[in-house]
Nanobody, 121 residues
Framework: QVQLVESGGGLVQAGGSLRLSCAASGSTNSIRVMGWFRRQAVGRQRELVATIDGVDATNYVDSVKGRFTVARHNAKNMVYLQMNSLKPEDTAVYYC??????????????WGQGTQVTVSS
């Protein structure tokens, strides 16, 4: 099994920066893609923010392009999200994400417990 634990959330003023970190543990050799999702309000769907695969190919939602950067440290089983020029609409619970390929089974999505990011205007 794989566990994901996020850290680094908090309260920041608009225009500020935060860096989220996520540590993966357990059967980390099954991880193919890591990244971040967010849920901006209760009842809204969780949306993809950014992902990075094993060859460091990245993907971002349009609303964060040019402001957020996802990075991965494979040896440490860590993924990071550097968030700059934060806006109030970035306020959300941010979830670490991993796509797992487990031998003999289908690909599986996994999320962490989440960390709150609040951007004040």
């Amino acid at each position: 099994q794989v566990q994901l634990v996020e850290s680094g959330g908090g309260l920041v003023q608009a225009g500020g920066s935060l860096r989220l970190s996520c540590a993966a543990s357990g059967s980390t050799n099954s991880i193919r893609v890591m990244g971040w999702f967010r849920r901006q309000a209760v009842g809204r769907q969780r949306e993809l923010v950014a992902t990075i695969d094993g060859v460091d190919a990245t993907n971002y939602v349009d609303s964060v392009k040019g402001r957020f950067t996802v990075a991965r440290h494979n040896a440490k089983n860590m993924v990071y999200l550097q968030m700059n020029s934060l806006k109030p609409e970035d306020t959300a619970v941010y979830y670490c994400y991993a796509l797992l390929y487990i031998e003999g089974g289908p690909p599986r999505n996994l999320w962490g417990q989440g960390t709150q990011v609040t951007v004040s205007s």
